[in-house]
């Protein structure tokens, strides 16, 4: 099955700073990659996702990218704000119906004022 | 209410007792799943429900019951829990997907669940 595994599992950066977290999926089937923001004592909220026929996708602060050949795919968000403290979690789709979304660990991003 | 609604928020419960997570979506989604959270943890699937038949149990416990009685509510029943299964119960939901495509999936807030 697909695993995906997510980088750093806690990133501090200073305010106004960029973050970026790395994930990587082993099924080069997979075709659709959320990324989702889970704010403490909420459940997860997706924030942006991406399909296998586009490299880049951007919404405003936010920005994904995508490597298919080297099964990678990264979320940036640039001038970060106090409110993008919280985990997020990178997913990747590799078909064969409902139940074919698997999460990475997540990444606890901490915005030092 | 609108989105994935969740009751209730926090339970905690003895290992001898019984009890029922209830989730609800307003989204007029066709499947319903149930996540377990557990700390350091990916989101771990528990189950899957797709036009209200499980498709997916993903060797579950026999102490976790689903149920799903029609496409806009899910129930995780509970017995003789362990103290291990102390978590974060998250629901959500999604439109099947179909051929290719892929809908994203919708979260409720969660169940914090405590067994002692």
């Known amino acids: 099955g697909e695993n995906v595994e997510q980088h750093p599992s806690t990133l501090s950066v200073q305010e106004g700073d960029s973050a970026v977290i790395k994930c990587t999926y082993s099924?080069?089937?997979?075709?659709?990659f959320p990324w989702y923001k889970q704010e403490l004592g909420k459940g997860p909220q997706l924030i942006i996702d991406?399909?296998?026929?586009?490299g880049e996708k951007k919404d405003q602060r936010i920005a994904v990218t995508l490597n298919k050949t080297a099964k990678h795919f990264s979320l940036h968000i640039t001038e970060t704000q106090p409110e993008d403290s919280a985990v997020y979690f990178c997913?990747?789709?590799?078909?064969?119906?409902?139940?074919?979304?698997?999460f990475g660990k997540g990444t606890h991003l901490i915005i030092q004022p | 209410e609108t989105g994935v609604t969740q009751t209730p928020r926090h339970l905690v419960m003895g290992m001898t007792n019984k009890k029922s997570l209830k989730c609800e979506q307003h989204?007029?989604?066709?499947?319903m799943y149930w996540y377990k959270q557990s700390a350091k943890k990916p989101l771990e699937l528990m189950f899957v429900?797709?036009?209200?038949?499980?498709?997916e149990n993903n060797s579950v416990p026999s102490r976790f019951s689903p149920e799903c009685p029609n496409s806009s509510h899910l129930f995780l029943h509970l017995h003789t829990l362990q103290p291990e299964d102390s978590a974060l119960y998250l629901c959500?939901?999604?439109?099947?997907?179909?051929?290719?495509?892929?809908?994203?999936?919708?979260f409720g807030p969660g169940t914090r669940l405590t067994v002692l």
């Open positions: 959500a939901s999604s439109q099947v997907p179909t051929g290719a495509s892929y809908n994203e999936q919708f």
């Open positions: 099924d080069s089937a997979s075709n659709y």
């Open positions: 429900y797709s036009l209200e038949e499980r498709v």
């Open positions: 991406i399909r296998s026929n586009v």
């Open positions: 997913a990747a789709y590799s078909g064969g119906g409902a139940d074919g979304l698997t």
């Open positions: 989204l007029g989604h066709n499947a």
